[in-house]
Nanobody, 127 residues
Framework: EVQLVESGGGMVQPGGSLRLSCVAS????????MAWVRQAPGKGPEWVSS????????FYPNSGKGRFTISRDNAKNTLYLQMNSLKPEDTALYYC????????????????????WGQGTQVTVSA
């Protein structure tokens, strides 16, 4: 079965950095686009970023590039999210998400189905 295990969350001060990791198993990792999704308290899920299976292209929300960088190491079946210059509004549960089908590009909204998510890791940005 598909398994996605996130780690790396924690509490940081505004302006700080965190690096999230997601270890995948149960499928051919390199064949699937991957994404990060977050959900803040009382709000619906929000697409953060996605990356093609081979790691050759990355995607972010319109006007959202700059602070976050998505990457992957297919040899380690691991997805990463480097977060810099963190703000309080970045506080949320961050989930690793797999694309619905292999070798296929999807827009961000397709990653908002919890069926494809990991268990999540909490990121709290507070002074």
């Amino acid at each position: 079965e598909v398994q996605l295990v996130e780690s790396g969350g924690g509490m940081v001060q505004p302006g700080g950095s965190l690096r999230l990791s997601c270890v995948a198993s149960g499928f051919t990792f390199s064949s699937y686009d991957m994404a990060w999704v977050r959900q803040a308290p009382g709000k619906g899920p929000e697409w953060v970023s996605s990356i093609r299976g081979g790691g050759g292209a990355t995607f972010y929300p319109n006007s959202g590039k700059g602070r976050f960088t998505i990457s992957r190491d297919n040899a380690k079946n691991t997805l990463y999210l480097q977060m810099n210059s963190l703000k309080p509004e970045d506080t949320a549960l961050y989930y690793c998400a797999r694309a619905p089908a292999p070798n296929t590009w999807y827009s961000g909204n397709f990653y908002l189905d919890r069926h494809y998510w990991g268990q999540g890791t909490q990121v709290t940005v507070s002074a």
